[in-house]
């Protein structure tokens, strides 16, 4: 590929033009794409949005294993090798203290992470009062990533001052029970589309 391909590619960005899926295939797939050349390209767009600013995002593993999830990207998974240390939820203590230090080292966003299938109601009261103690003590956004949530969990946890539920889509729908069986692609979508209904 010519330089004149990756000058189009950042132009089009730039434009908010959506790149033609052949475009987006052949960037995949063909080994005639430069690594760097493609990463300028979008660094291109990037420094026009954001300069050579970045925003501190600090994640805090708040439990990590005991997971029913058999998801095999995660280290958390009930059937992964990998060699964690397991451990249930932090003191609330000990996550206090944590947004704290994220907060005085310049954090824009604070983010607990859980293992597991799904957000309790009985763990998104406690939640709820974290963040609502977090947020009145640092000006910080928190985020949470604890699996599937419903609307009404969803509701709960903006109105104590989540900014941010994360939740991703690992894979294509059509891909997706090649690397998870515990839960559905649409089952993720769902926990999406709640988040977004309650303004998360």
Not at 51 to 56: F, L, R
Request: hydrophobic share 30%.
């Amino acid at each position: 590929m010519d330089n004149n391909f990756y000058s189009q590619l950042t132009q089009k960005s730039l434009a908010n033009e959506l790149l033609p899926k052949e475009i987006c295939g052949e960037i995949l797939t063909s080994n005639d794409i430069e690594l760097l050349s493609l990463l300028n390209a979008a660094y291109n767009v990037r420094r026009e949005y954001f300069g050579n600013e970045v925003k501190i995002h600090v994640i805090n593993n708040v439990q990590n294993g005991y997971c029913s999830e058999d998801c095999r990207y995660c280290a958390q998974s009930k059937e992964t090798n990998a060699k964690i240390s397991e451990y249930p939820m932090k003191s609330d203590e000990q996550i206090i203290q944590e947004a704290k230090n994220a907060y005085e080292n310049g954090a824009f966003r604070y983010c607990m992470v859980f293992s597991g299938k799904q957000l309790s109601k009985k763990r998104a009261e406690h939640l709820s009062s974290l963040i609502h103690q977090i947020k009145s003590k640092y000006p910080i956004q928190v985020c949470v990533s604890h699996g599937q949530v419903d609307k009404k969990v969803a509701s709960v946890l903006k109105e104590a001052g989540l900014n941010r539920i994360n939740h991703n889509l690992n894979t294509s729908r059509r891909y997706y029970p090649q690397i998870c069986t515990t839960h559905t692609y649409e089952d993720r979508l769902a926990t999406l589309k709640n988040a977004r209904e309650v303004g998360l």
